[in-house]
């Protein structure tokens, strides 16, 4: 028996974890298994470069709970993508990437693949896992769901993504103190979140929590108020520019300095029907996404409301690598190690699927049909937590 491990899509804190947990969980159900990891994803699968695993490797297993990142490395590669594929000479013209993937693992003779990533991972691992059923070749695929936007249907909580968060909140403690820097600061934290706002939310509820134990002394001129956070800006919300501009000058009058946490994904459309309008290029990826990072809705909010509110200085941070690189947290950890033991069973028994839980079974853990396995799930903006935060800093009534 051969099992192979693949990591991709953008890094997560949990890669290097899962890969730690899943070598000592078959070290102890599967001793005689051989273990590979294809290098940098999907890329390393097409160029059949992979590792192999030491028959003592569950012996350190555990240093992998202490790093962020993935030992085995990332790409974004669409096996479905033969033109992209082309581009980056990982096949040649005319060869089905999906085709030449999975030829690769007949050839390495991969029995079970594990996949760790989002959906677009998960979807293709289904793919490569439909296509060898055709040919006759019976290979076995278990993913295990990182995302850092939490936001795969339907898994209520994503590997990493707890961590995300923590990591996210921890940077905007130090940043926050940038509003002593000048008069008059507006402070943009940027999130990471293309659909969904909950990275965003999570974060500004665990700076909050943080923040309530900290301690303020106004005659040491040290409010609360100005470390809060003034408003919470994500996909899912309809943001009114005008009436925000007017109740942030109000708070720049009252505190001078603005702090707003905002979702790299809000506001998309209206960011993108600009940049048409201005004929500039909107670039997107080998799977379609816009590319974030040239939308950069951070500099796109503080143009508009810099003007508007009197700042003096703006500052727009983006958190997003610091979080999404960390090492998992206790609880994520717990998650993590839970979820490859079920990924292994499933996977011994020749049980396809994703191994996540599922918000149709309660949130248990369990194995998923990839066909259930979708991106882009909405963060409920309902849920009385996040209505509680938004009253508390004056953004809805």
Not at 112 to 141: C, Q
Not at 353 to 361: K, R, Y
């Amino acid at each position: 028996m051969k099992i192979a491990f693949l990591t991709a899509g953008g890094i997560a804190p949990c890669l290097s974890a899962s890969i730690g947990a899943l070598i000592e969980c078959y070290a102890e159900t599967a001793p005689d298994a051989e273990l590979i990891g294809y290098l940098n994803g999907y890329q390393g699968l097409l160029k059949g470069r992979f590792i192999e695993f030491p028959a003592n490797a569950n012996s350190s297993a555990n240093l992998l709970y202490t790093f962020g990142g993935s030992p085995l490395g990332n790409s974004r590669v669409k096996l479905t993508n033969a033109e992209d594929c082309v581009r980056k000479v990982l096949v040649s013209g005319g060869d089905l990437p999906l085709e030449v993937a999975a030829k690769q693992l007949q050839m390495d003779r991969v029995t079970i693949l594990h996949t760790i990533g989002g959906d677009d991972t998960n979807t293709m691992a289904a793919e490569l896992a439909r296509y060898l059923s055709e040919n006759n070749y019976d290979l076995t695929v278990v993913g295990l769901p990182k995302t850092v936007d939490n936001d795969i249907v339907p898994i209520s909580q994503s590997l990493g993504a707890d961590t995300a968060a923590e990591q996210g909140a921890l940077f905007f403690e130090n940043i926050a103190n940038e509003n002593t820097a000048s008069p008059r600061n507006l402070i943009i934290h940027e999130v990471m979140g293309r659909h969904c706002g909950w990275l965003t939310a999570a974060t500004a509820k665990k700076y909050r929590d943080h923040l309530a134990n900290r301690t303020f002394n106004g005659d040491l001129n040290l409010y609360r108020e100005n470390w809060d956070i003034d408003a919470i800006y994500i996909p899912e919300l309809q943001v009114d520019l005008g009436m925000e501009g007017q109740r942030l000058a109000e708070k720049m009058d009252q505190k001078d300095n603005v702090n707003i946490f905002l979702s790299e994904g809000a506001c998309q459309q209206e960011i993108i029907s600009e940049m048409e309008r201005n004929n500039e290029d909107v670039k997107k990826d080998a799977f379609g996404h816009v590319r974030l990072d040239d939308i950069n809705s951070g500099k796109w909010f503080a143009k508009r409301f810099s003007k508007t509110v009197g700042a003096e200085k703006t500052l727009v941070q983006k958190s997003g690598y610091f979080a999404r690189s960390a090492a998992p947290n206790e609880a994520d950890l717990i998650l993590i190690k839970k979820s490859a033991a079920l990924a292994v069973q499933f996977a011994l028994n020749n049980q396809s699927g994703v191994v996540g839980m599922d918000e149709d079974n309660d949130g248990e853990p369990t194995i998923i049909d990839f066909d259930r396995i979708k991106g882009g799930k909405p963060f409920n903006t309902k849920n009385d937590w996040f209505q509680n935060m938004l009253q508390e800093i004056g953004q809805i009534d």
